[in-house]
T-cell receptor, first 113, second 114 residues
Framework: EADIYQTPRYLVIGTGKKITLECSQT?????MYWYQQDPGMELHLIHY???????EKGDLSSESTVSRIRTEHFPLTLESARPSHTSQYLC????????????FGQGTRLTVV | KNQVEQSPQSLIILEGKNCTLQ??????????LRWYKQDTGRGPVSLTI?????NTKSNGRYTATLDADTKQSSLHITASQLSDSASYIC?????????????FGRGTQLTVWP
């Protein structure tokens, strides 16, 4: 079983609130990713990181921000949540070069009311 | 444009039966292809991963095939069980960047009935 954890699993918050979704991995992986997934749809990359102090935006535009101060942590922050942010957010990590496995967290189901 | 297309979108089979899921991709340059199983409300879990030189790979009752020439892959599930009910996602990685970008299909939603 992969050692990558997301908290919280479920979150219901009001519009305008600031939230941070946590993602931690204990595998020492350099690469970490955040994906957004709506029901029945594919995963869309919104942020990724090659390592500490490295963050890049993904394919899908997102109003969220990320930070990578430590290798094991890759939190995602929404400064002012809106109903359009309602979705499932999945964190993943991979290590090494070439054919490496990508491990996913259990996801955070966010609902903004 | 790099894309991954899966079919069928959904599938219902009876317990004990076999089924085959399809994946077509246009990702280039191709690095590897992965099949993931995603239970409802959970993160994807890897089933198989194949490079262009591999034609088939098995993981228990799951067997994946890859034809890099036609850019097609299939996932065959034998003797299905109720616990196989999930979304099966085809993921293709390119080798055009150090990130090894992952391109996701929308998945096939498999339901196994008793």
């Amino acid at each position: 079983e992969a050692d990558i954890y997301q908290t919280p699993r479920y979150l219901v918050i009001g519009t305008g609130k600031k939230i941070t979704l946590e993602c931690s991995q204990t595998m020492g992986h350099d690469k970490m990713y955040w994906y957004q997934q709506d029901p029945g749809m594919e995963l869309h990359l919104i942020h990724y990181s090659y390592g500490v102090n490295s963050t890049e935006k993904g394919d899908l535009s997102s109003e969220s921000t990320v930070s990578r101060i430590r290798t094991e942590h890759f939190p995602l922050t929404l400064e002012s949540a809106r109903p359009s942010h309602t979705s499932q957010y999945l964190c993943a990590s991979s290590g090494g070069e070439g054919l490496t496995e990508a491990f996913f967290g259990q996801g955070t189901r966010l609902t903004v009311v | 444009k790099n894309q991954v297309e899966q079919s069928p979108q959904s599938l219902i089979i009876l317990e004990g039966k076999n089924c085959t899921l399809q994946c077509n991709y246009t990702v280039s340059p191709f690095s590897n292809l992965r099949w993931y199983k995603q239970d409802t409300g959970r993160g994807p879990v890897s089933l198989t991963i194949m490079t262009f030189s591999e034609n088939t790979k098995s993981n228990g009752r799951y067997t994946a095939t890859l034809d890099a020439d036609t850019k097609q892959s299939s996932l065959h599930i034998t003797a299905s069980q109720l616990s196989d009910s999930a979304s099966y996602i085809c993921v293709v990685s390119d080798r055009g960047s150090t990130l090894g970008r992952l391109y996701f299909g929308r998945g096939t939603q498999l339901t196994v009935w008793p």
